[in-house]
């Protein structure tokens, strides 16, 4: 008789180590807002009170319905509380199991049981006699830490943090402006003195005897003042005008353009444009590159 109970006692003491080590090896514990074995959200205030219990035990709790980012993205870093019901007509029976993101039971309390008839007081009773089973456990997270050590990623070896000394140089070389260069030079002499070689070349930059072209002085524009007895008579034409003298010959053709007062000349030996001025019409053209100006006495 003795020698049943030793056994039956080492057999819960192994199991509550082993559920309190596996325990340890997760950040949250989830309670569902709505257990399984009940048709309504927190049927009897269960979900409020397993939480409740739970998180006055030290365990780190949180609703299915209110996850943290990385838990979301990581199932696996959570158990998932459930509620196992084996009431009877005569008496509500509890039990607490924690599951993992794979379905396995990590962690399974006792059973609780109440004889109270109303169903509230029922599962309250019952359940805090399960809750019994984490008295024992003591939590305390075991997963990795983060690590502000530099890392280094397979892909392409590229580097995903920088040691802090480097980092805070290449920082402080961006707000300067500076950018990153190649400290690494190039000998200025290149030498071999051997019985078989003699060879010598220096790579010390030069002073260069390239200059920079100077830019031509600009010519100056000439203007060439009008003959009064040169008077050319305006005939029209559906493109323009014609000049003409007194020979009378044709001098040149003044074609229209998009500008009122602005002509393209045709001449025998010039082209340009001639453009009124004020009350004075004149001819611009280029001779030898250069600009000339030659006010025209013309007659309308």
């Known amino acids: 008789m003795l020698k049943g109970v030793i056994v039956a006692l080492y057999l819960v003491l192994s199991f509550m ?3 309190q080590e596996n325990i340890s090896d997760y950040k949250y514990i989830i309670v569902p807002k709505k257990f399984d074995v009940f048709k309504e959200p927190n049927a009897h205030k269960t979900s409020t009170l397993v939480k ?7 365990f780190p709790v949180i609703y299915d ?17 459930a509620l196992v019901d084996d009431s009877s ?6 039990i607490i199991t924690l599951e993992d993101c794979n379905g396995e039971i990590v962690f399974k309390t006792l059973q609780g049981k109440s004889r ?30 983060e690590t502000t050590e530099p890392i280094t990623v397979s892909f392409k070896d590229d ?9 805070k140089l290449s920082n402080e070389n961006k707000a300067q402006g500076l950018e990153e260069v190649d400290m690494k030079q190039e000998p200025l002499v290149v030498q071999e003195a051997t019985t078989e070689n003699q060879f010598y070349e220096s790579k010390e930059p030069v002073a260069s005897d390239i200059t920079m072209a100077e830019k031509p002085a600009p010519k100056k524009l000439q203007l060439r003042k009008p003959n009064k007895d040169d008077i050319l008579y305006a005939q029209s034409l559906p493109s323009g005008f014609q000049l003409v003298d007194s020979a009378p010959k044709i001098r040149m053709k003044l074609l229209k353009t998009s500008k009122d007062n602005i002509y393209m000349v045709q001449g025998e030996t010039k082209n340009g444009i001639v453009y009124q001025k ?16 030659q006010e025209l006495n013309i007659k309308f």
């Open 278 to 293: 004020e009350d004075k019409w004149i001819f611009e053209y280029y001779e030898e590159d250069v600009l000339m100006q």
């Open 89 to 94: 007509m005569f008496s509500t029976k509890t």
């Open 159 to 167: 580097i995903k943090k920088l040691p802090e000394r480097t980092e």
């Open 116 to 145: 109270s008839k109303a169903f509230k007081e029922a599962y309250t009773e019952a359940i805090k006699e399960s809750m019994r089973s984490f008295d024992q456990v003591k939590y305390t997270y075991k997963g990795q830490s």
């Open 52 to 58: 409740y219990l739970l998180d006055q035990k030290g």
């Open 17 to 19: 180590t082993y559920g």
């Open 65 to 81: 319905d209110a996850l943290p980012e990385e838990l979301t993205k990581n199932r696996c870093l959570g158990l998932l509380v």
